[in-house]
T-cell receptor
Framework: DTEVTQTPKHLVMGMTNKKSLKCEQH?????MYWYKQKAKKPPELMFV???????INESVPSRFSPECPNSSLLNLHLHALQPEDSALYLC?????????????FGPGTRLTVT | AQSVTQLGSHVSVSEGALVLLRCNYS??????LFWYVQYPNQGLQLLLK??????LVKGINGFEAEFKKSETSFHLTKPSAHMSDAAEYFC????????????FGGGTRLMVKP
């Protein structure tokens, strides 16, 4: 099973809402990632979790809050977002954090902030 | 620092014609190189990866890529395009950093004409 699942597929939220994105993998991977992808652009790395610990935060605004409850799950908590945060949010995982290993991507959550 | 340049943001070929998508990289250390494909409204799927084992790498769906150190290139080819190959293609590099951070090229949209 080489699948990364993400829920929900689509999310519409107002600027005062609080919502969460969920990502799950059962490949035994120990590194998980959040990316943001705007239309017609490559993915931009937001966070990296390595062995359930946050190892990289690419200067992401605090209205995005990641959480890794266990080695299979990754959440992204959203609060007080702005319309420019509307994008496709992709989760990925890899066997370990080392650059040798390819990342497996989920299908993404399409987020619209109104 | 490492970077990736994909020449041609749009490439159009006829069905059955050769597909050639160009990727040049810059890296201070031997790189790990990846090609990913993204179909509309989906996540990224790994086509192939180079990790120094062999310079000619075969991937899924009939794609292959050749690593040329002297040209710092990793171009993606497929002998005969199929309509289902129409998608966005991303070249990415990783190496010499913690957290398996991928650096993506800007992407190339492949269009296949009947």
């Amino acid at each position: 099973d080489t699948e990364v699942t993400q829920t929900p597929k689509h999310l519409v939220m107002g600027m005062t809402n609080k919502k969460s994105l969920k990502c799950e993998q059962h490949m035994g991977h120990r590194a998980m990632y959040w990316y943001k992808q705007k239309a017609k652009k490559p993915p931009e790395l937001m966070f990296v979790y390595s062995y359930e610990k946050l190892s990289i935060n690419e200067s992401v605004p605090s209205r995005f809050s990641p959480e890794c409850p266990n080695s299979s799950l990754l959440n992204l908590h959203l609060h007080a977002l702005q319309p420019e945060d509307s994008a496709l949010y992709l989760c990925a995982s890899s066997q370990t954090p080392w650059e040798f290993y390819e990342q497996y991507f989920g299908p993404g959550t399409r987020l619209t902030v109104t | 620092a490492q970077s990736v340049t994909q020449l041609g943001s749009h490439v159009s070929v006829s069905e059955g014609a050769l597909v050639l998508l160009r990727c040049n990289y810059s890296s201070s250390v031997p790189p790990y190189l990846f090609w990913y494909v993204q179909y509309p409204n989906q996540g990224l799927q790994l086509l192939l990866k180079y990790t120094s084992a062999a310079t000619l790498v075969k991937g899924i769906n009939g794609f292959e890529a050749e690593f040329k150190k002297s040209e710092t290139s990793f171009h993606l080819t497929k002998p005969s395009a199929h309509m289902s190959d129409a998608a966005e293609y991303f070249c990415a590099v990783s190496g010499n950093n913690a957290g398996n951070m991928l650096t993506f090229g800007g992407g190339t949209r492949l269009m296949v004409k009947p």
